[in-house]
């Protein structure tokens, strides 16, 4: 079984800064593809930004320029840095993470979320 736990969040002032992380646990064999969801209340839950395991990148419009997504292979943890935080960007973040796991001599591929983290912006 794999977990992803997500790290990182809580209440920051408008313009402020805060660093998300996503550690993955388990009997991982690879993480093809890790990204950020993002959750405000009322709406739907969106991407944020996405990496793959050959470091592309994605990014929402809205925070390009000023979130950047990356990923430390060794330790199986992803990372969010999120620079001039702003009230709109108020929610609660998701780690999601397409992980290759060992079982039985055999690879399979499976989708994993984290259980969420609160990131408040206040203006």
């Known amino acids: 079984q794999v977990q992803l736990v997500e790290s990182g969040g809580g209440l920051v002032q408008a313009g402020g800064s805060l660093r998300l992380s996503c550690a993955a646990s388990?009997?991982?064999?690879?993480?093809?593809?890790m990204g950020w969801y993002r959750q405000a209340p009322g709406k739907q839950r969106e991407l944020v930004a996405a990496?793959?395991?050959?470091?592309?990148?994605t990014y929402q419009d809205s925070v390009k320029g000023r979130f950047t997504i990356s990923r430390d292979d060794a330790k199986n943890t992803g990372y969010l840095q999120m620079n001039s935080l702003k009230p709109e960007d108020t929610a609660v973040y998701y780690c999601?993470?397409?992980?290759?796991?060992?079982?039985?001599?055999?690879?399979?591929?499976?989708?994993?979320w984290g259980q969420g983290t609160q990131v408040t912006v206040s203006s």
């Open positions: 999601s993470a397409t992980v290759v796991v060992s079982q039985k001599f055999s690879l399979y591929e499976y989708d994993y």
């Open positions: 388990g009997s991982i064999f690879s993480i093809p593809n």
């Open positions: 990496i793959t395991s050959g470091g592309t990148t």
